[in-house]
């Protein structure tokens, strides 16, 4: 998500599971839609049944989505941006991008400062001493204006720094990189190429396949450089499309789940702001351009004392600065890595984890492991027993030698509940509670306001070092012990103080503490008419509920924001307002106002007046930023070795990984010489995560782990199909069985063979018939992203011996 | 879709478009209370491995994929075909129960009678398919229903409503064979010649009610081709004409030995 806000402003799928049927070529890398995404998936087969879209899977393994694409291509893990860099090579080489489109919407024609290089691997403003870059020094040339000086011919525009960065990307080395035979690969980039026309439409479909590397924010950066370059972004049938990984991840991003920002998007204050203007300074973007929108930065300080004025009510006025005193400045990082190595090295008591099993999901589960067992006290909430819960007696470990107090709270299962599940799409759907709790079953809200409630009447007894955020924050249900998913819903769309109402929409937003809104993006989803999630207007009438006939299907429950269905779609039509494809307009100036979709834009902004706002309008240049100082770890993607790798990067072998990767355990990473097989690890149709091990029919499906062996490597060592195996990395082990197939061959990369093996994720030591197995992730690297600090799951190395 | 009694209803199962993903499976166990079999490893795709008692649905994974590093998928690389009762026009299940417990439905579908059947395991070695088992503690025979409680509830089959890429498609019969002989066509445009349907006319035990478009021969998802999917007890005129040319030979024998027995006792 990090990445896609880098480019275009907000980090969110752009289109969404309907609209993909509106494409004519469908390029899948790092995801497994037909068995991560099956439901979702039917929008890219009526793609290619009714339209006769091309889809391409790119992918180290021949999946199930492979089965029905009509071309795969085995690419080594970890090495899509060399895939991507590849086709921009080709789209710049040849001039097949869409010129007026790039023109008009990208950052293309912005010069960039004197002081930019790229030399060996190494980005401009690189501290060998912190390993990391100061991103500021990517920075753009300013004018005498104080605004960005526009010159596409400029040696040093981003289109030409662009053609220099990604010439070095030629089709042989695609292949030395991935493993993708030169011809293949120029078949792919001839029809990649053709989408560049406006009469054509691409998407690119992904998941964590790209986002869980070192390199995982530009793995997708470099997809969405290639779609702005082709005109694809805001475009029905169009975008970069994130596939979350359940029912509502994306809900859990909007409001908060990560450690670096506040509901919507907000960034979470920093050690040393004293005040709201300081943390804008640091936070909220600047106009680089007279005509860009910068609809978030401008408004950034409304949405924040809309937040405070909701958590600290009467206690956040503008005499105080709405409070913001009471807003936690971390100064060290709050990542999932950082917070089991804290853990680990014994400088954590407690924890407390819902919705997820710790053990089973992190990287490097022996150390996960020894992190819980250092605590002193670890409770779960859950419906199940998870390998959280029983971690005490995972394999290898001595029950007896654990002093971890283990409390397993039961928690309702969501079908328990009511409330509302975000889709990858954005959609807040609202669904009812099914069946009652069962037992003494609680919501997982109701434990933490019971607990927080406990808190306060100790702080209001007793004081403490700084009670009053926790004495002052508001609890505004009848019940605070028991807040009711609908109490919260109208909580987080917001009122208008004044009136009591709540409002319609977050341009009614004041900074002046007179509104409220716990997450600005969610505003207008619960106005005063009632819950707009709730709706559903579907396709029990298309010609009433679709009016368009592209499938945005309006009142079908509510999207983030405004109940926009594709976002960036101004882009979709020409400078002039009209549709660059007119059989699939996603939104169309009609000489008074903007029709179609929800506009992304002001509803009556005339394209033709000179003065009207650019077409992203959430970022600082008004422009899709095909060069972006968002992310950590460069202004261009440029391929990296994964950590632990085969083979030296043969774009520039002395900086073969990225080097602003954050390494906390270094001791832990393996040599080739002792590993010398690449592995990944997946998920498969039949399970989700690790909470179906508890159902039976699912269970039955998939019963057994086991490990996926290219044919060529089992012939080589004599394992057959069902034959037990070890797979061993430097941080531990799998004993499983194998599954020998062609559909993981072998890759010659660099002139080497490279064997890649196939690990599903979904076994522990918990369920109906798991037995005593080890953890997959006991083989991954402790390592995270320079810019997310997502662990590198999909690519490190292991050894295999038959048993 | 409103579904009438007397109007013949199958399935049309495009394998092109399979993905396996066994939502048909556990859709079926679900609506229809079945326990399934204990878990048991297969090959790691396919770990239900046949239709019986408490498989009405079953996926089958037929690895093809070639080792390059370049294939095209289409459906026929690595082959999935979520297998089902045939509902056979000439089922040789009915055939063969003693107790007339196997009956045609309303719907046109082929219905093992759970109060009917005597367990007398007929119908399990009759069908050409091995889709019938019986069931370990009630001793019935037990199949795919076509979901016929569904039907008569005005609701498609629950395999169909769960395909998410309309690999399981359901209706009337005739309206299911146009489409198949549609989708056949553009894969036949589509440069994809191996792509055929099965049991869509009647070569295949008189036609399927439940049909197929294959990706590949029959004989590669474990089904006779056109030329061994006949009853023995019809349309079966070379058995016939043996029998009876047998028969003939026969009595023409019985005839002759007679003769020449009492040629002897007359020479005695």
Known sequence: ???????????????????????????????????????????????????????????????????????????????????????????????????????????????????????????????????????????????????????????????????????????????????????????????????????????????????????????????ALLQLLLGNMGRPGGGMNAERGHANIQGNTDHAISWDILPGYLRIPAPGQQNIDDYLARSASKKLRPNSLNFFGENYRKFLVSLLKTWYGESARADNDFAFHHLPKPAADASWLSIFDAALRGRMEGLMLSGMTATSIGPDSNQVLQALSNLKWLCVMDSYATTSSEFWRAPGIEPSNVQTEVLLLPATHWIEKDGSFTNSGRWVQWKEQVLPPEGEARHDHWMLAEAFMRVRTLYERDGGTYPSPVLQLTMPYRDPRRPELDEIAQEINGRDLGTGQRLATFAALKDDGTTTSGDWIYCGHYPESGNLAKRRDGIQDPARNDPTGMGFYPNWAWSWPLNRRVLYNRASADPAGKPWDPTRPGIAWDGAKWTGDVPDYPATANPADQASPLPFIMTSEGMGRLFSNGVADGPFPEHYEPVESPVDNPLHPHQSATPVAHIYLPDRFGSRREFPYVATSYRLTEHEHYVTQHVDQLVALQPEAFVEVPAELAREKGIATGDAVRVSSKRGKLEVRAVVTSRLGPLTIDGKKVYQIGIPIHWGFVGINTGQHWLANALTPFVGDASSRTPEFKAFLVNIEKL | MEITPGTAYGFFTDTSVCIGCKACEVACKSWNLLEGNPPAFGDGYDNTGRLDAQNWRAVQFHDNVPDNPAVTGQGKAWLMMSDVCKHCQHASCMEVCPTNAIIRTEFDSVFIQPDVCNGCRNCISACPYGVIEQDEHSRVAQKCTLCYDRLQGGMEPACAKACPTQSIQFGPLDELRERASRRLDTLHAQGVPQAQLYGHDDSVYGGLNAFFLLMDEPEKYRLPDAANAVLPSRHNKRGYLTTLATAALAVLGGLIALRRRRARDDDS
């Open chain 1, 1 to 223: 998500m990090v990445s896609l806000a880098a480019t275009f402003g907000r980090g969110a799928m752009t289109n969404h599971w309907r609209d993909i049927r509106h494409a004519d070529l469908i390029l899948i890398n790092g995801a497994n839609p037909a068995e991560a995404h099956p439901v979702g998936f039917q929008w890219m087969m009526r793609a290619k049944l009714d339209r006769g879209a091309k889809m391409i899977h790119a992918d180290p393994r021949f999946t199930r989505t492979s089965a029905v694409a009509d071309k795969y291509l085995r690419i080594r893990t970890g090495t899509d941006v060399a895939y991507f860099g590849g086709l921009i090579n080709h789209v710049l080489r040849n001039n097949l991008y869409h010129d007026e489109y790039v023109r008009m919407a990208t950052n293309a024609a912005f010069v960039v400062a004197e002081g930019y290089s790229f030399d060996e691997g190494m980005f401009n403003g690189f501290d060998p001493q912190r390993k990391t870059y100061n991103a500021a020094e990517w920075a753009y040339e300013t004018g005498p204006d104080g605004f960005v000086v526009l010159d596409i011919d400029h040696p040093r525009s981003v289109l030409n720094l662009m053609r220099a960065h990604y010439n070095r990307y030629t089709p042989e080395m695609v292949e030395r990189i991935t493993g993708i035979p030169r011809t293949d690969f120029e078949e792919v980039a001839k029809l990649v190429g053709e989408t560049g026309k406006p009469d054509k439409v691409m998407t690119i479909v992904y998941a964590v396949g790209l986002t869980h590397h070192t390199t995982g924010v530009q793995l997708i950066r470099s997809g």
